[in-house]
């Protein structure tokens, strides 16, 4: 056993060192984590650190031997109709990925009280013959629908992991924002850390020029382009990740005073407002159901080399509201960043 030197990888976003090495040693318990933090084996940086510190993309993070897992427990399967659901939503698979359409409200991975309803713990449904299980790439918040990666061996998690760190991979949501962000077309450049005190999971942005005096901020840049507007009242937007925090995309919109509808998190609770809030005075189901969808993906596949491309239909909620709206999904392009022919 020796010490292992891990880099936070830039697809996994910022998290807490807990549970960023759960998700790696999951066969290490809350309170061996917390020991190993607290006499300083475990160490971010070089230096030591707490459990409830966040670790981001960028950053080493020291490994002492661990000790060996316990032989595993027995455990039950999805259910025939979380098996059903989960099959349902593959897009694409071969012996090597698999490409999923995320239904909204289905975790990535397991959290308090949500049990093996996750899209990690139904990956026994997703074999297709093989002995191991697949694995993700990536993440989606449990509310954003849309396209998810899940490798069917380490070698190719590794390579699809080390496409997101070097941004080799095209990413394209879709939203309904309120209001109309001016201009059409632009780029949005906010730091993001972590707020203070009990507001949970939620990012602050933070002014470019102060991410480096401002203690756990990190540099974010997202691209938007407005593709149509309902008036003045609410937007249909394309969303680029250029890097990958933590709720980038809803904190970046709400911050230039446009919240992706249905966004209680960061666009506050009022369903009524007079075109810059939550609801955009769209009111029922629009303003309840968060409106953010992962569209469109386009990565070199790992193995052959050949360039893939995904584009994943609107969850029905969604599909609704263009509808409600009279706006046509399949009249734009793919990825409407691109030049045109």
Same mark, same amino acid.
């Given at each position: ?117 996750? !899209?990690? /713990?139904? @990956?026994?449904? $997703?074999?297709?013959?093989?002995? #191991?299980?697949?694995?993700? *790439?990536?993440?989606?918040? =449990? ?98 990740? !250029?890097? /990958?925090? @933590?709720?980038? $995309?809803?904190?970046?919109?709400? #911050?230039?005073?446009?919240? *992706?509808?249905?966004?209680? =998190? ?76």
């Amino acid at each position: 056993m020796t010490v292992e030197l891990r880099t936070v990888a830039e697809d996994e976003g910022e998290a807490r060192l807990d549970r960023w090495l759960r998700r790696h040693y999951p066969h290490l318990t809350q309170g061996t984590v917390e020991r190993l933090c607290r006499t300083g084996q475990v160490r971010v940086d070089g230096a030591r650190a707490k459990a409830s510190d966040r670790v981001g993309p960028g950053m080493t993070v020291r490994i002492p031997p661990l000790p060996d897992a316990a032989p595993p427990r027995p455990t039950a399967g999805p259910s025939d109709a979380d098996a059903a659901m989960i099959q349902a939503a593959v897009l694409w698979h071969d012996p090597h990925l698999i490409v999923l359409n995320k239904p909204p409200g289905l975790p990535s991975q397991g959290g308090s009280g949500q049990g093996g309803r996750h !899209v990690d /713990g139904l @990956t026994a449904a $997703l074999t297709f013959g093989y002995k #191991e299980r697949p694995k993700l *790439v990536h993440r989606l918040d =449990k509310d954003t629908s849309g396209l998810l990666l899940l490798a069917r061996t380490d070698r190719v998690a590794r390579r699809l992991a080390e496409a997101f760190r070097d941004r080799a991979t095209r990413k394209v949501y879709w939203a309904v924002v309120a209001g109309v962000p001016s201009p059409r077309r632009g780029t949005i450049r906010y730091g993001l850390a972590k707020a203070p005190g009990a507001q949970g999971e939620r990012m602050l942005c933070i002014h470019p020029d102060r991410v480096g005096a401002t203690e756990g901020a990190r540099h974010a840049t997202t691209d938007y382009a407005v593709i149509e507007a309902l008036g003045s009242r609410a937007a249909w937007v394309a969303l680029v990740p !250029v890097t /990958g925090r @933590t709720h980038q $995309l809803r904190a970046h919109m709400a #911050e230039i005073g446009h919240p *992706v509808a249905g966004d209680a =998190k960061y666009g506050g609770s009022g369903q009524e407002n007079r075109g810059t809030g939550w609801g955009a005075q769209l009111g029922g189901e629009i303003s309840r159901k968060l409106h953010l969808h992962a569209r469109f993906i386009a990565f070199d596949h790992p193995v052959t080399g050949a360039r893939m491309r995904f584009v994943a239909p609107l969850p029905p909620h969604m599909a609704r509201t263009w509808d409600t709206f009279g706006w046509r999904p399949d009249a734009v392009p793919d990825d409407p960043f691109e030049p045109a022919g």
